[in-house]
């Protein structure tokens, strides 16, 4: 869309990956798992054909083949999560689900 370069998005891209990877690694010193399955809900273009993002109406393979990679996990019980109040978890979901342009 021109708002930024492609050597920008790109970077932006490598960032988000990062934070998400931070979670996952948590998430793997906090569960037993002979296998565990890290994938995505959807592929991404990053200048296929043009495009960007996950565009609607188009069926190309950096849409629809989804990152998939296989791992383990061990608990170290290093992790205790901060327990969230319901009721606040009532009102994000509202605001989530707006911000993801489903409601």
Do not use: F
Request: charged share 30%; net charge negative.
């Amino acid at each position: 869309m021109g708002e930024r370069t492609e050597s920008e998005a790109w970077e932006d891209y490598k960032e988000n990956l990062r934070q998400a990877l931070d979670d996952v690694e948590l998430l793997r010193e906090n569960v037993d798992a002979e296998k565990m399955i890290i994938t995505a809900d959807h592929g991404n273009a990053v200048g296929e054909h043009g495009l960007y993002g996950h565009p609607g109406g188009v069926s190309i393979p950096a849409l629809y083949e989804v990152p998939w990679c296989e791992t383990e996990a061990t608990d170290s019980q290093a992790h205790e999560p901060e327990p969230i109040p319901t009721d606040t978890i009532e009102q994000d979901r509202e605001g989530q689900l707006r911000a993801l342009g489903y409601v």
